[in-house]
């Protein structure tokens, strides 16, 4: 009998791909183990990427940059702060970011598609995924991709993703439009990394996505078949455990890396 295909989205292969420890404890485990406190430069990311997406729905005279730092305060996310005062203060940061971004864009130029739903399927995966732009340009989609964390991204990023990479692949065939080109748009650099794929280097991706996939299908198998949890989702622990969301269910990564209060994401 066929296999079904995988259902995945690029956070469940990332996941996998950064630690299947984490991934079981997110997508296999019920119920799912209690999750640490939220995290301040998450607020600061979801509250970026309302208003942008906010931003486009805004008549075309209205859609100014002082709008654009208005639905921001009005959709600030306050979890994770220390307190009012650093809330406040990032609130007003996050404001001057998206000002400063929408001033460099035309806001005429309509995106083909904001917060779309793209999906597609491959001969192993049943992908799907959402994108925070969609733009045309010279009769072709491009994929854009808000950044607000702390380091700037450069081309290797935009290349090596496979999200992305999966986005334009999506976007591509759903939209019946040719798209290679991916950016990541880190907004407190105000920089652009862009990729320009090519057929061989989006199969390439779809090869790696192919091949996590059936990783995680095998290491579930094993699971279920009675194999130890902790043989076949093994923990990877590094540095990146500061920011794990399950490190209180995981000696091993508490072992390597420091407990972070919530705010200490932010690139203050
Ligand atoms: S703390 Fe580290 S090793 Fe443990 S589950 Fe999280 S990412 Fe994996």
Known sequence: MPRRLFSCTPSRLAAFEDCPRRYRMTYLDRPAPPKGPPWAHTSVGVSVHNALHRWWDV???????????????????????????????????????????????????????????????????????????????????????YKTGRRPLTEADARGSSALALYALAAGRMLRTPCRRVELHHLPSGTVAVAEHTDASLQRHVQRAESVAS????????????ADADAVFAPSPGPLCSWCDFRRHCPQGRAVSPDREPWEGLAE
């Open 59 to 145: 008549p075309l005279p209205a859609r100014t940059p002082e709008r654009a730092g208005g639905l921001l305060r009005m959709a600030w996310v306050t979890d994770g702060f220390r307190d009012r005062e650093q809330s406040a203060a990032w609130r007003e940061r996050a404001a001057a970011m998206v000002e400063g971004y929408t001033a460099g864009l035309d806001p005429a130029a309509e995106p083909r598609a904001v917060e779309r739903q793209v999906a597609t399927r491959t001969e192993q995966l049943a992908f799907h995924g959402r994108v925070d732009r969609l733009d045309q340009r010279a009769g072709e989609l491009v994929v854009v991709d």
């Open 215 to 226: 990783d995680i299908t095998e290491a579930t198998d094993r699971l279920r078949a009675g």
